[in-house]
Nanobody
Framework: EVQLVESGGGLVQTGGSLRLSCAAS????????IGWFRQAPGKERKGVSY????????HYTDSAKGRFTISSDNAKNTVYLQMNSLKPEDTAGYYC??????????????????WGQGTQVTVSS
């Protein structure tokens, strides 16, 4: 059974940091691109960042560049999103997503094979 389990969300003040974790199981980790999306209340879900597990290459949207860092621990089948200098506009549910390289690998944050259940991040002003 494929599972993506997120953790690490919470309440933080503006300027603070959080590290989100996504623990993956049930598929061959190295064959996937794993990323993070976020969804604020009343808004559509949007991509934040992704990492190609096989070679470690990463991609960030403009909202994440310079403040967020995505990484993976292949021995633990876990992807992390380190979020620094958080702003109130970062408040959202954060969702881990996985797409196989065969299916496109989260290109342009398009189709997703598997979703996690999400973890809430709230940044107070």
């Amino acid at each position: 059974e494929v599972q993506l389990v997120e953790s690490g969300g919470g309440l933080v003040q503006t300027g603070g940091s959080l590290r989100l974790s996504c623990a993956a199981s049930g598929f061959i980790f190295e064959d996937y691109v794993i990323g993070w999306f976020r969804q604020a209340p009343g808004k559509e879900r949007k991509g934040v960042s992704y990492i190609m597990i096989k070679d470690g290459s990463t991609h960030y949207t403009d909202s994440a560049k310079g403040r967020f860092t995505i990484s993976s621990d292949n021995a633990k089948n876990t992807v992390y999103l380190q979020m620094n200098s958080l702003k109130p506009e970062d408040t959202a549910g954060y969702y881990c997503a996985a797409e196989s390289l065969r299916n496109g690998g989260l290109t342009d944050f398009g189709a997703v094979d598997h979703w996690g259940q999400g973890t809430q991040v709230t940044v107070s002003s």
